[in-house]
């Protein structure tokens, strides 16, 4: 599985002081920008090589193969180790958007060459974010997991800041194809830096999933996270506050700055107090390393997060909205970098892929079906019972943290 590269760390050193995890923070962030650019291009070229509704359908058409294979990237990731899985999504990611630059350079292939590398990129990041998941408590040691969570969170910030710009000012000066590029050497580099990176060997590292078919291998790990007195809850708190949390988040901003009256500077500026809450809130997990009654912290963080959605959708004016974002970027930054954290702490290495994939196909593959659900509420009911309504739902999920003993009384390693 992983053992050719997994070697002895120092199991002391503060994590932003280790290079290793440096070396992978260096290559998860520059994945994360090529990916932001390669968004912006494909974006722009779908709207210049085909009709509106074409454009729509290539940006949606990656979300089906995210959704559809994400637990089987789990799986995947438990059979022959995330190291492996990771750089070899890197690999493959750098190959076909440097392929299709090279193809837009040469012609104008049409609207099917971006819906398959839409579909491409949707299989690789089923296969994808399970691995990155499962990666950090291979990288240092137990106590700094927290840490961890809290740079990865900086990172992401830092990511969706630059990734925009950067990827406009490439199709500005050479179009799609120029962005294309860009994002593949991002991607280059971000292999570079993973092939680099030690691990650390974890119990039952070695052959834990191996024999019986994949999806037994999925089987067997939703049984364990639903026998987990820990996981269990902890899944069940992310899913239902994700649901809750991803339509007035995304599409509920469109619309509340468009009846408001707004514009797209005001939804701008919740975006941006939204981003600086979580930012603040990754920060303080970076420094700090560990919170103290981490089950508990995040419950509540979630419940006082869906208090300040709902403010969002009754604001008065755009400063209201925009503090009230600040507050929801706090709160629930906190509250999710603290279960990525406890995921981590508690899973058994041998199924850290598939829980991952768990969570993850929750909040990156099922939520955002969510929006035209969303969008259609807001229209029959308007905008602040469907906020008030979708914050009561979030907040239920802070309440199955708080009312769960074993997850409630949950702490981070020292």
């Known amino acids: 599985m992983t053992t050719a590269t997994a070697t002895p760390l120092a199991p002391d050193r503060p994590a932003h002081r280790d290079a290793n995890v440096l070396r992978w923070l260096g290559a998860y962030t520059t994945s994360m920008v090529g990916d932001g650019i390669y968004f912006v291009a494909l974006s722009w070229a779908a709207a210049r090589g085909g009709s509106p509704g074409q454009a729509g359908l290539v940006l949606a058409v990656g979300a089906f193969p995210r959704a559809a294979l994400m637990l089987g990237g789990g799986v995947v990731a438990d059979r022959f180790g995330p190291r492996r899985v990771v750089i070899g999504s890197d690999a493959v990611r750098c190959a076909v958007i440097l392929t299709a630059a090279a193809l837009l350079l040469a012609a104008s292939p049409g609207i099917w060459l971006l819906a398959v590398l839409a579909l491409v990129f949707g299989a690789v990041d089923a296969l994808f974010l399970p691995s990155v998941g499962a990666l950090p408590p291979r990288l240092t040691a137990p106590g700094q997991l927290g840490r961890v969570q809290g740079m990865r969170g900086l990172a992401q910030r830092i990511a969706t800041v630059v990734a925009a ?12 194809a120029a962005a294309f590029g860009a994002a593949g050497v991002l991607f280059a580099l971000s292999l570079v830096l993973l092939v680099a990176v030690r691990l650390r060997p974890l119990p039952a590292d070695d052959g834990a999933v191996r024999g019986g078919s994949a ?84 419950a509540a963080g979630i419940v006082a997060g869906a208090a300040a959605l709902a403010g969002i959708g009754f604001a008065p004016s ?58 259609a509420a807001i229209g029959v009911w308007g905008l602040e019972p469907v906020y008030a309504a979708c914050a009561v739902l979030s907040a239920a999920g802070g309440v199955i943290g708080l009312c769960s003993g074993p997850l409630r009384r949950a702490e981070l390693p020292r």
């Open 165 to 176: 710009p950067l990827g406009g000012l490439a199709v500005a000066f050479g179009g799609p």
């Open 215 to 298: 999806l037994r291998e999925l089987g067997d790990g939703l049984r364990y996270i639903r026998g987990h007195r820990v996981l269990a809850p902890l899944t069940l708190v992310a899913a239902v506050t994700e649901l809750g949390f991803a339509g007035p988040a995304n599409i509920g901003l469109v619309l509340l700055a468009d009846e408001r009256g707004w514009g797209a500077s005001g939804m701008g500026w919740i975006i941006a107090g939204f981003g600086s809450g979580a930012g603040l809130a990754a920060l303080l997990l970076a420094v700090r390393g560990r919170i103290p009654r981490a089950g508990a912290v995040q």
């Open 318 to 375: 755009v400063a209201v909205a925009t503090a009230a974002g600040l507050c929801v970027g706090l709160c629930t930054g906190l509250g999710g970098a603290l279960i990525a954290a406890l995921t981590q702490t508690f899973t058994d290495p041998a199924y850290l892929g598939r829980v991952t994939s768990v969570v993850t196909l929750f909040t990156m593959g099922v939520a955002p079906l969510c929006y035209p659900v969303v969008g």
